[in-house]
């Protein structure tokens, strides 16, 4: 225990000169500060500029090891925005696997330049990342029931019967509150969730549109396209194309 103890300060009185190097120009506060704005307000080239302002101060300063210093700072950061935005009863198995694939994307950085090409991409993630979690909290705590039972049940057949039922009230009681506290319609909700969630199955999975579509119980391939071009804007397909194009280049 003492060795842990010993350690553990040691490591502590060095990171504490490297972050107080760092504070010394007080807008690097600023610049977290403004960059958690930008990607509130969905501002990806601002991010891109402030993330990148904020990677050349650490190169700016004199490091043991620079590269593993960069890693957990965009790891607490990326920590930060999930923690902070998180429904209330904790973070769902697809939340938590997002932000962990994120978290081993900045592991894999081994260079500064690395740092500099993720940036774009990580932020554009953020952004979308945000967006979503935005939509899945309520103050009303029948509709933080039903959005926590629809993200932890996402992969089944979701109706409003079997919603109410789980929260305790009339799904015609359910229903008028949903679109009061949310704006949409609870059905609208659930499609826009699948959605989402069948767009990262596009992105990190090989999985058929076919597959994509019983996975979520869309009614056929044909709707779960049809849906996915009204929120997405684009085909699943398309979708597929783009993101394996924009992707950062796996390390051979």
Same mark, same amino acid.
């Given at each position: 225990?003492?060795?842990?103890?010993?350690?553990?300060?040691?490591?502590?009185?060095?990171?504490?000169?490297?972050?107080?190097?760092?504070?010394?120009?007080? =807008?690097?506060?600023?610049?977290?500060?403004?960059?958690?704005?930008? $990607?509130?307000? *969905?501002? /990806?080239?601002?991010? !891109?500029? %402030?993330?990148?302002?904020?990677?050349?101060?650490?190169?700016?300063?004199?490091?043991?090891?620079?590269?593993?210093?960069?890693?957990?700072?965009?790891?607490?950061?990326?920590?930060?925005?999930?923690?902070?935005?998180?429904?209330?009863?904790?973070?769902?198995?697809?939340?938590?696997?997002?932000?962990?694939?994120?978290?081993?994307?900045?592991?894999?950085?081994?260079?500064?330049?690395?740092?500099?090409?993720?940036?774009?991409?990580?932020?554009?993630?953020?952004?979308?990342?945000? =967006?979503?979690?935005?939509?899945?909290?309520?103050?009303?705590?029948? $509709?933080?029931? *039903?959005? /926590?039972?629809?993200? !932890?049940? %996402?992969?089944?057949?979701?109706?409003?019967?079997?919603?109410?039922?789980?929260?305790?009230?009339?799904?015609?009681?359910?229903?008028?509150?949903?679109?009061?506290?949310?704006?949409?319609?609870?059905?609208?909700?659930?499609?826009?969730?699948?959605?989402?969630?069948?767009?990262?199955?596009?992105?990190?999975?090989?999985?058929?549109?076919?597959?994509?579509?019983?996975?979520?119980?869309?009614?056929?391939?044909?709707?779960?396209?049809?849906?996915?071009?009204?929120?997405?804007?684009?085909?699943?397909?398309?979708?597929?194309?783009?993101?394996?194009?924009?992707?950062?280049?796996?390390?051979?």
């Amino acid at each position: 225990m003492e060795d842990f103890d010993e350690l553990f300060y040691s490591r502590y009185r060095h990171h504490r000169q490297t972050v107080e190097a760092l504070q010394a120009n007080k =807008k690097m506060i600023h610049l977290e500060e403004t960059l958690i704005k930008c $990607i509130e307000n *969905a501002q /990806q080239e601002a991010a !891109e500029e %402030i993330l990148n302002d904020i990677l050349y101060r650490f190169v700016s300063v004199p490091y043991d090891n620079l590269i593993r210093t960069v890693q957990l700072y965009l790891t607490g950061f990326v920590s930060f925005i999930v923690r902070s935005q998180a429904i209330p009863n904790g973070i769902d198995a697809s939340l938590f696997a997002t932000s962990t694939a994120l978290i081993s994307m900045i592991d894999d950085c081994k260079e500064t330049a690395d740092f500099i090409r993720l940036g774009p991409w990580l932020i554009d993630q953020l952004i979308q990342l945000h =967006k979503s979690l935005s939509s899945l909290s309520s103050s009303n705590p029948y $509709i933080n029931r *039903a959005l /926590q039972y629809i993200e !932890e049940h %996402i992969y089944e057949q979701l109706t409003l019967d079997k919603i109410a039922a789980v929260v305790g009230i009339t799904p015609t009681y359910l229903s008028h509150l949903f679109k009061e506290e949310m704006t949409v319609t609870m059905n609208n909700h659930i499609n826009k969730r699948k959605i989402s969630c069948s767009a990262r199955d596009l992105a990190h999975t090989n999985l058929s549109l076919r597959e994509i579509s019983q996975r979520y119980h869309f009614s056929n391939q044909s709707h779960f396209s049809l849906l996915f071009k009204k929120f997405k804007g684009m085909t699943p397909l398309d979708y597929r194309k783009i993101y394996q194009q924009s992707a950062p280049p796996e390390k051979v």
